[in-house]
């Protein structure tokens, strides 16, 4: 009896993250809407949505326009009931993104702020978020919480941060940082966060790999909502794989590692859209070091796509701005793939800017829903 009990709990649970879930997703909708798309009941549907409102989490919008019959009242999720943050820290900057329940994004910036493994680091950190805030006019009840992306390895389960060579920092527990803050934490892979930006608010929530190419370079496997981590946090250091042997020294201080043949630095130490802009109006050096780069591109995402059968995103910053250019890699990786399949699997990332903090501040939103 009380296993069953418990049972039926979980699934009114299920169901009501479902519909809020679908409310965050889809805007202004109606209980008949709902209904449809999730394949529940229109009483259970609406008692749900009930129970929503009462909670301050949805609000009656009106009605809908009608098809025919009776017009249905207009549902959508409420303004007033939370905003999440999405924190990236890098070497050199900090990304700030706000949003809401629906995951649209309210205010973004990136501010140049050098990484130290210090207190007043955070401390400053914390300053430049309260800054943000106030400028957003966010009430600080309203925000529930911060996601806080890292480039390295997150242990979750140890609640730490494992490894970042880049950073220079090794086991920096999450409290050391967290308690800087006055929101809940939630820690994150950078190239985990980019995939779960890309694939959270996907119509299709498909598995694929991301492949994020900014100063270093990561990878992560998302798969129908979630992310998969591996045994020990490290599901997609392809920064770290091995395309060269013997081959140039990656800062992790091997040889021949993707990151040495894939970073955004190996590319300009400039800003990367003039790099493409020159690349564009025909720059014979701009496009001798395209060439080189793609071509060690190829190697690694058709090596991913062998083991993985999945589709290859690119993101971080060169997948946030080659455009037109993803043509060359999927060309490159055509010509390499034994199956012929022309490179269509290989696309550019749909978040172009701001990814790594989107995704963490996404990630805080649906840890709300799971417990809404």
């Known amino acids: 009896m009380d296993k069953k009990k418990i049972t039926n709990m979980e699934v009114k649970r299920k169901n009501r993250n479902d519909v809020f879930r679908y409310l965050c997703k889809n805007g202004m909708v109606s209980n008949p809407d709902i209904s449809y798309a999730l394949k529940l009941s229109l009483p259970t549907t609406t008692q749900i949505t009930k129970e929503l409102i009462e909670k301050g989490l949805v609000e009656e919008k009106g009605e809908l326009q009608s098809t025919g019959g009776r017009r249905a009242k207009a549902l959508a999720v409420s303004e007033d009931a939370g905003k999440a943050v999405g924190l990236d820290i890098t070497k050199n900057h900090i990304s700030l993104v706000l949003t809401q329940l629906?995951?649209?994004?309210l205010k973004y910036e990136r501010i140049f702020l050098p990484y130290a493994p210090e207190g007043y680091y955070y401390q400053e950190v914390d300053q430049k978020l309260e800054s943000f805030l106030d400028g957003c006019g966010c009430g600080r009840k309203g925000v529930l919480g911060i996601g806080i992306s890292f480039p390295g390895i997150i242990d979750l389960k140890e609640e730490m941060v494992a490894d970042s060579h880049i950073l220079g920092v090794k086991c920096l527990p999450f409290s050391q940082v967290s308690r800087f803050f006055a929101y809940p934490c939630y820690f994150l892979n950078d190239a985990n966060a980019g995939a779960y930006a890309e694939g959270i608010q996907s119509d299709r929530m498909e598995r694929f790999f991301y492949l994020s190419l900014s100063n270093t370079v990561g990878g992560a496997v998302y798969r129908n909502g979630g992310l998969e981590q591996g045994e020990n946090f490290r599901c997609g250091e392809v920064g770290?794989?091995?395309?060269?042997?013997?081959?140039?020294?990656?800062?992790?201080?091997?040889?021949?590692?993707?990151?040495?043949?894939?970073?955004a630095k190996c590319l300009t130490d400039g800003k990367l859209e003039d790099f493409f802009e020159r690349l564009r109006q025909g720059d014979d050096k701009a496009a001798g070091l395209w060439d080189k780069y793609t071509s060690y591109l190829a190697i690694a995402v058709n090596n991913i796509h062998m083991v993985l059968d999945c589709d290859i995103v690119l993101g971080g910053?060169?997948?946030?701005?080659?455009?037109?250019?993803?043509?060359?890699?999927?060309?490159?990786v055509s010509e390499r793939n034994t199956?012929?399949?022309?490179?269509?699997?290989?696309?550019?990332?749909?978040?172009?800017?701001?990814?790594a903090a989107l995704g963490a501040s996404l990630k805080i939103i649906e840890l709300f829903i799971e417990q809404v």
């Open 240 to 263: 770290h794989m091995t395309v060269v042997p013997d081959g140039a020294v990656c800062y992790c201080g091997k040889q021949g590692c993707l990151d040495a043949y894939g970073s």
């Open 339 to 355: 199956f012929a399949e022309g490179g269509s699997f290989v696309r550019a990332c749909s978040h172009k800017t701001g990814a």
């Open 317 to 332: 910053y060169v997948g946030s701005c080659m455009g037109e250019f993803i043509q060359d890699v999927r060309d490159k």
């Open 102 to 105: 629906t995951g649209k994004i």
